[in-house]
């Protein structure tokens, strides 16, 4: 019961004026954005200062399916750009891409998403240099054919980037928390008979404790995930065989989603017998920012980029709504079996152990995509502090055993490892970082503690560079022997 | 006979890509042999950046993303035509 009531209050609550835009403007940046646009910047005669942050951008922009991870993660590691950039792209994608980032400003707040992306691009760009410098003389010789794997410049299209706007501005306008968003500016009284009973009765079936966390089910939400259910049949019709051509059901599952969202922007009242529906300053903007996505991607979008845009952003529901439902379910049950002492004594403060134990969680504890965002919300509820909570969300899309097992064969045994002992001591130093400004301590302090930790690793380098150069001085014709791919 | 082969790790995508080009061969109607190819090492000795990769006789027509059955006929073509030439 905890489980399904979970999942219902989740789904009205949360799911719609934030999670589907989400997934239109992943489909966007998939389908929309040519991939050497980007990808021009990782090839290797590209200056270290513009590689690393475009493999960062890449991450953020390309790579939402791990499809796509893997394999530019190895083109750029063996033909282009090296192990660190590759690295940074590696790091970034799973933690600050699109999806990711708008989930989590949409779930457990805005500080959280700007410190994950913000500490995510540092340390991604830290570790990125760190495992160069490291592995220096075994970076591959790379074949000099593939060059032009990096080459091109193609642009985004005019209407490509005007639907991008577009559709940042429905995702602001139907999220923010903004209390001019909220001023009633009109209202229509429906008469639907015995609409109090039924929001009584969606009272008693999921109750409604907010200390706990728990958020109950108006019918306005009853109704809005029966919409969606509605949507999800008719994209499977008209969406499926979107390569073979637009049709009736496109427009039918088009006209779901503008509904779905509408209705979702309505403020509603219920009384016993009638219904008020109150348009606000948020109702209007959603609406104008879908008449005007229409337009834009029926007029002026190209239609095979129509076509792929639609496809991609379809896929994406396909692959992870299913994962982040079953996974909402099973957080239902689990803040049940969950006693809030355990998680106040690990992780309460932001203790250096705390962080380390919110990293260890994530390494250890493998959810699919996305789904460590509803995870992260109960574990907050539960009492722990926004500190731990970062390291947790920064290691765990990192570090699964699946991940790792992923690339260690394109990066052998000891670089794989040396990078995820790297990630898991940065997760656990974003965390205490964020937690103490979060604790309200003064920048200096932080600055001073970031500094006191560059300057032991800088201590460490100096150290290293020592032993190579006494290695060399001894043995004049380093062997590659570290070298698997050569 | 034309070689060709869907490159991908197995996603959605490439599925897609499969079944277009398995229905591109059916409706031309050429002789064709169509292999998967999931593997990451194999995949990366083709000159491509992103998955679904679609190769015909060797050559990379087509990746990271998923192309139309009309699209794909164009390129079955262009292949028949070249190995004709060499002939």
Redesign the interface.
């Known amino acids: 019961m905890g489980g399904l009531g979970n999942l219902a209050s989740y789904l009205a609550a949360h799911v719609l004026l934030c999670l589907v835009p989400a997934f239109y403007i992943a489909g966007a940046m998939t389908?929309l954005i040519p991939?050497p646009a980007v990808?021009r910047f990782l090839g290797r005669s590209t200056p270290k200062g513009l590689s690393y942050p475009a493999a960062a951008l890449a991450g953020s922009l390309?790579a939402v399916?791990?499809?796509?991870i893997?394999?530019?993660f190895?083109?750029i590691y063996?033909k282009g750009a090296g192990i660190g950039p590759a690295l940074t792209f590696l790091f970034f994608a799973p933690a600050a891409n699109i999806l990711a980032l708008i989930y989590t400003g949409g779930v457990i707040g805005v500080d959280l998403a700007l410190a994950r992306l913000v500490l995510g691009l540092a340390f991604g760009i830290g570790i990125g240099l760190l495992m160069a410098a490291l592995f220096r003389d075994a970076d591959i010789a790379h074949d000099a054919a593939?060059d032009?794997?990096f080459a091109g410049e193609p642009h985004l299209a005019g209407a490509a980037a005007l639907l991008f706007v577009v559709l940042i501005a429905l995702l602001l306008v139907g999220t923010l928390k903004l209390d001019a968003l909220a001023t009633p500016i009109a209202q229509v009284t429906v008469g639907v008979p015995f609409v109090g009973r039924v929001d009584t009765a969606l009272h008693q079936l999921v109750p409604f404790d907010a200390t706990k966390g728990e958020e109950g089910l108006t019918s306005q939400g009853a109704a809005l995930i029966l919409l969606l259910l509605i949507t999800g049949l008719a994209s499977w019709r008209g969406l499926e065989h979107i390569?073979?051509g637009f049709s009736r059901w496109t427009g039918v599952a088009s006209a779901l989603v503008v509904l779905t969202l509408v209705f979702a922007a309505v403020q509603v009242v219920t009384h016993a017998n009638s219904l008020d529906l109150i348009i606000t300053p948020r109702t209007t903007g959603v609406a104008a920012a879908l008449a005007a996505t229409i337009l834009i991607a029926w007029r002026w979008l190209p239609r095979?980029l129509l076509?792929?845009w639609l496809?991609e952003s379809w896929?994406f529901v396909?692959?992870i709504f299913p994962l982040l439902i079953a996974g909402v379910f099973a957080v239902g049950i689990l803040r049940m079996l969950i006693q809030p002492e355990w998680i106040e004594t690990l992780a309460g403060t932001n203790s250096l152990l705390g962080n380390i134990a919110g990293v260890l969680f994530g390494v250890f504890m493998y959810f699919p995509t996305l789904v460590e965002v509803p995870i992260a919300k109960m574990l907050l509820g539960l009492g722990m502090h926004r500190g731990p909570l970062l390291a947790y969300l920064m290691a765990d899309p990192e570090l699964s055993l699946q991940s790792i097992l992923?690339i260690t064969?394109?990066l052998g045994r000891l670089r794989t490892w040396t990078y995820v002992g790297w990630v898991a001591l940065f997760s656990a130093l974003a965390g205490l970082v964020y937690g103490a400004w979060v604790d309200g301590a003064r920048l200096a302090m932080i600055a001073l503690y970031i500094t006191g930790f560059v300057a032991l690793l800088a201590c460490g380098f100096a150290a290293l560079e020592r032993h190579r150069r006494a290695m060399r001085a001894r043995n004049p014709l380093p062997t590659p022997s570290t070298v698997r791919e050569a | 006979m034309l070689d060709i082969k869907v490159l991908g790790p197995g996603c959605a995508n490439c599925k897609k890509v499969e079944a277009i080009a398995q229905q591109a061969v059916l409706a031309m109607g050429v002789e064709a042999n169509i292999a998967k190819v999931t593997r990451i090492e194999e995949i990366l000795e083709y000159n491509l950046l992103s998955t679904p990769g679609l190769v015909v006789n060797s050559k990379v027509v087509c990746s990271g993303r998923v192309p139309s059955p009309a699209e794909v006929s164009t390129w079955l073509a262009d292949a028949l035509e070249a190995a004709l030439h060499a002939n």
């Open positions: 389908a991939k990808t390309l399916c791990s499809c796509t893997v394999p530019l190895a083109g063996r593939t032009s794997l390569h073979q095979a076509r792929d496809w896929r396909k692959q992923m064969p394109i």
